[in-house]
């Protein structure tokens, strides 16, 4: 049955440095991809068998709506450009507005994409220069001519190429190759922390927008026959038949709506089920819907999630350990490495450090370091509120509403401790916003805020069994 494939290719330089040189390894005519970007770092196939003819399917591929390709991929777009829209509410400038309507032929009308070559009918290739591993990208203009051997420091390079060949009669095979090469060594150890991360989901939208090539081309293709043919008669009695065309089209709609109802299926499982479970992850019910120091600082909220766990620590013990977040102090106790992958340079301390102890209400605790691309209020909180051995607040310097994250600690029973955790944030500005905060946001933070949970109690815990064992040693001596 015809569809897309795919592989991900990543081949590390050799120890001199040398990339991968496809015009070099290769006996097969060169592809007009490999003569503007002939060595990189990074590539990714993806392929679709058509049924349809390669000047049909070429004339598809140009006309695709880009942003006819699902909500999820529509999402994953606006998500990965979310730093940038926040930095230009910060700053009082007006974002750009996401197109109704994007296509292969009109990219190169965009700021960031350029055309740079292409042999109509057979292959097309439109590339972008900029710093992609950066919250916010950089975008370098660099004239199509010149982009192969654009080589200054601290970008990468991006070329995709299109193509078309034929695959048997009416068939046609469709490839979409994406490379990237970076200019300097620095660069290229960034983008390959980003690339961990994007990577899959890079492949994920290639698929989806080579599906949605290949869906307008057999659509077109089939217009045109019943043009050129109204009515098939393949039977006997000469009534209308139904052409292999359109045969074969019946099991790929059935799987369409298959797949359309267990997506369905999938999403409402998550808003009834998942969702409400892990917006509350560890609390009593009283706990969830309960008033917590720091409530009044955000009295009005459109959005409310708690998370608690039982720690086996007095509250002094577990305080040393909570006093000492953020990314200027002892960190946050979560996953360094995905925090670090966004550039928020943390590093989760494993110990009690004297210097981390003191804290007070107008200080302020970093999410992000100062030199971070994107500076907004929100990436350097103050305390609100402090109550020692009991509760930190710390809330955003900014006027209006804006959210509030709260730390409490309740003692339950002697040498036991209730860590208590609530974000509140008011409504948001758009329902772009909140389809991503739906979206992205919400199980980013349940993931991140869960290990740090744990991993507090893990280190309050193991000191307080330390601290108990040492007093015993004295005591017996």
């Known amino acids: 049955m015809p569809g897309p494939l795919g592989h991900t290719l990543t081949r590390p330089r050799s120890d001199d440095g040398a990339r991968f040189d496809a015009a070099a390894s290769s006996a097969d005519p060169p592809l007009l991809i490999d003569r503007h970007l002939p060595a990189y770092d990074v590539t990714q196939h993806r392929h679709a068998v058509v049924d349809a003819d390669p000047e049909t399917t070429y004339a598809a591929m140009l006309e695709a709506d880009m942003m006819d390709t699902g909500p999820a991929v529509r999402a994953l777009g606006r998500l990965r450009d979310l730093p940038a829209r926040l930095a230009h509410r910060i700053r009082g400038t007006e974002p750009a507005q996401f197109p109704g309507e994007l296509t292969i032929a009109r990219?190169?009308?965009?700021?960031?994409?350029?055309?740079?070559?292409?042999?109509?009918?057979?292959?097309?290739?439109?590339?972008?220069?900029?710093?992609?591993?950066?919250?916010?990208?950089?975008?370098?203009?660099?004239?199509?001519?010149?982009?192969?051997?654009?080589?200054?420091?601290?970008?990468?390079?991006?070329?995709?190429?299109?193509?078309?060949?034929?695959?048997?009669?009416?068939?046609?095979?469709?490839?979409?190759?994406?490379?990237?090469?970076?200019?300097?060594?620095?660069?290229?150890?960034?983008?390959?922390?980003?690339?961990?991360?994007?990577?899959?989901?890079?492949?994920?939208?290639?698929?989806?927008?080579?599906?949605?090539?290949?869906?307008?081309?057999?659509?077109?293709?089939?217009?045109?026959?019943?043009?050129?043919?109204?009515?098939?008669?393949?039977?006997?009695?000469?009534?209308?038949?139904?052409?292999?065309?359109?045969?074969?089209?019946?099991?790929?709609?059935?799987?369409?709506?298959?797949?359309?109802?267990?997506?369905?299926?999938?999403?409402?499982?998550?808003?009834?089920?998942?969702?409400?479970?892990?917006?509350?992850?560890?609390?009593?019910?009283?706990?969830?819907?309960?008033?917590?120091?720091?409530?009044?600082?955000?009295?009005?909220?459109?959005?409310?999630?708690?998370?608690?766990?039982?720690?086996?620590?007095?509250?002094?013990?577990?305080?040393?350990?909570?006093?000492?977040?953020?990314?200027?102090?002892?960190?946050?106790?979560?996953?360094?490495?995905?925090?670090?992958?966004v550039g928020a340079d943390i590093h989760t301390v494993d110990r009690i450090v004297p210097e981390y102890q003191q804290l007070a209400e107008g200080d302020t605790v970093r999410l992000a370091p100062e030199d971070y691309r994107v500076q907004t209020p929100e990436s350097a909180p103050e305390v609100v509120h402090l109550e020692a051995e009991r509760a930190i607040v710390l809330r955003p310097p900014v006027d209006g509403p804006t959210w509030t994250w709260a730390f409490v600690l309740r003692e339950t029973d002697e040498g036991t401790t209730r860590l208590v955790v609530r974000m509140r944030s008011p409504e948001s500005s758009s329902r772009l916003e909140a389809a991503i905060e739906y979206l992205g946001w919400e199980p980013a933070h349940f993931v991140m805020e869960q290990r740090m949970l744990r991993e507090l109690k893990r280190r309050a815990e193991r000191h307080e069994e330390d601290t108990e064992a040492a007093v015993g040693s004295r005591v017996t001596a």
């Open 107 to 341: 990219l190169g009308e965009s700021d960031e994409w350029l055309l740079i070559g292409e042999r109509p009918g057979e292959e097309l290739v439109f590339g972008s220069v900029g710093t992609f591993w950066r919250p916010s990208i950089e975008w370098r203009e660099v004239d199509p001519d010149a982009f192969a051997a654009f080589d200054e420091s601290g970008y990468a390079k991006l070329a995709v190429s299109l193509s078309v060949r034929p695959y048997g009669a009416e068939r046609t095979l469709l490839t979409y190759e994406a490379r990237t090469a970076t200019t300097d060594a620095a660069s290229r150890r960034k983008f390959r922390r980003y690339w961990r991360l994007i990577g899959p989901f890079a492949g994920y939208l290639m698929s989806r927008a080579l599906e949605r090539m290949r869906i307008d081309a057999e659509e077109r293709a089939r217009d045109r026959d019943a043009m050129e043919q109204p009515a098939a008669t393949d039977r006997m009695d000469g009534t209308p038949g139904t052409s292999d065309r359109q045969s074969s089209a019946r099991p790929r709609r059935r799987r369409s709506w298959l797949f359309a109802a267990l997506s369905i299926a999938v999403a409402a499982a998550y808003h009834t089920r998942v969702r409400p479970w892990h917006r509350t992850w560890g609390t009593t019910p009283r706990e969830a819907v309960g008033a917590l120091p720091g409530d009044e600082f955000c009295s009005e909220p459109a959005d409310q999630v708690t998370h608690a766990i039982e720690i086996d620590a007095s509250p002094d013990a577990v305080w040393q350990w909570l006093v000492q977040i953020g990314q200027n102090r002892g960190g946050f106790y979560s996953y360094d490495v995905l925090e670090n992958l």
